[in-house]
């Protein structure tokens, strides 16, 4: 998996703040995503998916950044669920140990400049099989690598440990490496989706009034909105 990133330095207080940002060239728009009011969807095409799991692989990696996605000005599908005007967001990944007060974002984002361009190379099986991960442990209740959900300034912000991120990123390769296939192979029955949840499945809601669910859904080209 290769990913064109540019890198940002901000300082925040007497600190600094590492941005790792997408940069994925003009015209790539395969992303989208949106506040529904009842959970958050996303839409991604196979570009899109590629890229999203690429970069869930960088974070896992990458406990001392943000890594930023872009995606408020992604187009959406005109029949995206909901029933009021849905909100668009963009998305950072980070980790927990960085303890990044979410309230900053606006701050940081603004100051975030031309960055530093890089490309950034991660094998392709980073992100671990779905098979190869121990879902029984989750139920344990010692069990902590789980992802957290915060929204600020317009941006959807998951929060987790290496594990969790790797965890859960394995849903995501899988949804990457199935979707245009699913798509091909069921043309009568084209939805094809994963969701991710912050803590315990079935809670509606996060404690910050955060939708309690994102739904990730396979769009290909014909389908997004201009």
């Known amino acids: 998996m290769e990913q064109r990133v540019r890198v ?26 949106r506040d529904d009011g009842h959970w958050l969807s996303m839409y991604a095409d196979r570009e899109g998916a590629d890229r999203l799991a690429a ?5 896992a990696r ?14 959406a599908p005109r029949d995206g669920a909901g029933g009021g005007e849905p ?12 303890r990044f007060p979410t309230s900053s974002w606006k701050e940081v984002r603004a100051r975030l400049g031309a960055g530093t ?18 879902h029984e442990r989750r139920h344990h209740r010692t069990y902590r690598d789980r992802l957290g959900f915060d929204v600020a300034a317009h941006t959807l912000f998951v929060v987790g440990s290496s594990t969790a991120f790797r965890e859960e990123g394995a849903a995501l390769r899988d949804f990457a490496g199935r979707a245009a ?16 949840f912050p803590g315990p499945r079935g809670r509606g809601r996060t404690r910050r009034h955060v939708p309690g669910s994102l739904h990730i859904e396979y769009r290909d080209d014909r389908e997004r909105t201009a």
């Not at 925040?12 to 395969?30: D, H, I, M």
């Not at 970069?55 to 974070?59: G, I, R, V």
């Not at 909100?87 to 960085?98: C, G, K, N, R, Y």
């Not at 190379?121 to 121990?134: E, I, Q, T």
């Open 117 to 134: 361009p890089h490309t950034v190379s991660l094998p392709d099986d980073d992100l671990p099989d779905p098979d190869a991960v121990d």
């Open 8 to 33: 940002h330095r901000v300082r925040l207080g007497g600190s600094e703040v590492r941005v790792v940002r997408s940069a994925p060239g003009p015209g790539a728009t395969g992303l989208a995503l």
């Open 55 to 59: 970069l869930w692989a960088l974070a």
């Open 181 to 196: 296939a699913h798509r091909r192979r069921y043309p009568a029955s084209p939805h094809f989706c994963v969701e991710l």
């Open 62 to 75: 990458s406990s001392r950044s943000l890594v930023h996605l872009p995606l408020r000005n992604g187009p």
């Open 87 to 98: 909100v668009a967001l963009d998305l950072v990944l980070l980790h927990h140990s960085l």
